[in-house]
C-alpha cells in the first residue's frame, strides 16, 4: 500500500506549479539568501548543506561552490524521480524520515526544505521538528524554509467558489491551494487535503471537474494500477498556521532573521523564513 501511495502522489506532484511548489523567483530569494550570510561567514570555504525533501528546484538551485549536499527523503518514488540532482558535486541522499533524523550535534551550515512543516500535526509536530533541526545546525548556521501560511482573515469556500465562476481565479493550483486553506477549521485541527475531500468540496460548491480542468488547461494524472489512491490509507492530512502561530513554534529553538516572499498571486501565503541558532 505504501508503494501505490507513492507512485500516486508523485504523479501529482510532477503535476503541481505554483504555489505548491517554489517559483524561479523563489528559487533566487533562497540562492541570494545562502550567498549573503556566506558574505559574513569569513574563512568559511565550503558548507555542509541539507534538505528536507527531494524538492528538485532546490536540490538543482545555485549553490556555492564546494557545497557537500545532503538530502533527506523518505518517498521511494521521489528518489527513483528526481535523484541525483544536477550542478553539485558533493552529494549524498539518505532514505530516512525528517522525524528521525540520523545527524550528530552542529553537522550542517545550512539546512533548507520547502513546505515541510505542512506536515507535522500543530503545534506539537513543529516544535519537534524544530528541535531537531536546532540540534544539527551549526551555532551561527542559515534555516531557510518555504511556508504555507493562513491567510487573515481566513477565506471561505464560498467566497472562493464565487471568485472562479465569476473568471477572478483561473489556475488550477491556486483555486485548490485557497480552496484547502479555507476549509482548514484551525492550525491544531488540520485539514484533510486528499483528491477525493477536495473534489467532493468542488462539488457541493457546484464546481464540476470536467469544467474545472477545461478552464484552467489543467491535465490530472493517470489512473489505474498502482496510479490511484490505495483503499484503506490513512487521509492525507496538512496543517497552516498563520504566521504569527508559526513563529511561535520555532521560539527557544531558532532566531528569526527576517521573512521573504516571491512575486506570485499568492506569494504572501508562501512565506520563506530565515532562522539563525
Known amino acids: 500500500m505504501k508503494k501505490d501511495f507513492w507512485n500516486y502522489s508523485i504523479e501529482i506532484y510532477k503535476r503541481m506549479g505554483s504555489p505548491w511548489r517554489p517559483t524561479r523567483h523563489e528559487i533566487g530569494i533562497m540562492e541570494n ?53 544536477e550542478g553539485v558535486d558533493g552529494k549524498q541522499l539518505v532514505q530516512a524520515d525528517w522525524m528521525h533524523l540520523p545527524f550528530q550535534s552542529c553537522k550542517f551550515d545550512v539546512i533548507t526544505g520547502d513546505g515541510v512543516f505542512a506536515v507535522p500535526p500543530y503545534p506539537d509536530g513543529y516544535r519537534h521538528l524544530a ?17 504555507h501560511v493562513q491567510s487573515e482573515p481566513k477565506e471561505n469556500p464560498e467566497q472562493i467558489a464565487a471568485e472562479y465562476q465569476s473568471g477572478k481565479i483561473s489556475d488550477y493550483h491556486q483555486l485548490r491551494f485557497r480552496l484547502i486553506t479555507a476549509m482548514q477549521p484551525d492550525a491544531r485541527q488540520g485539514v484533510c487535503s486528499s483528491k477525493e475531500t477536495i473534489d467532493a468540496c468542488l462539488a457541493q460548491l457546484g464546481i464540476s471537474l470536467p469544467e474545472l480542468y477545461r478552464t484552467t488547461g489543467y491535465v490530472p494524472p493517470p489512473t489505474g494500477p498502482g496510479l490511484s489512491m490505495p483503499a484503506g490509507a490513512p487521509p492525507m492530512k496538512a496543517t497552516y498556521p498563520t504566521q504569527d502561530e508559526f513563529l511561535m513554534t520555532m521560539q527557544g529553538h531558532f532566531r528569526k532573521l527576517d521573512v521573504s516572499c516571491g512575486d506570485h498571486p499568492l506569494a504572501q501565503r508562501c512565506q520563506i523564513f530565515a532562522f539563525s541558532k
Open 33 to 85: 539568501r545562502i550567498a549573503g550570510w556566506m558574505v559574513g561567514k569569513a574563512g568559511l570555504s565550503k558548507i555542509q548543506a541539507l534538505i528536507l525533501g527531494l524538492t528538485p528546484e532546490i536540490a538543482d538551485m545555485t549553490w556555492p561552490a564546494q557545497t557537500r549536499l545532503t538530502v533527506v527523503d523518505s518517498s521511494e518514488a521521489m528518489i527513483r524521480e528526481f535523484w541525483p540532482p
Open 131 to 147: 528541535r531537531i533541526l536546532s540540534h544539527i545546525l551549526k551555532p551561527g548556521g542559515l534555516f531557510l524554509t518555504r511556508v
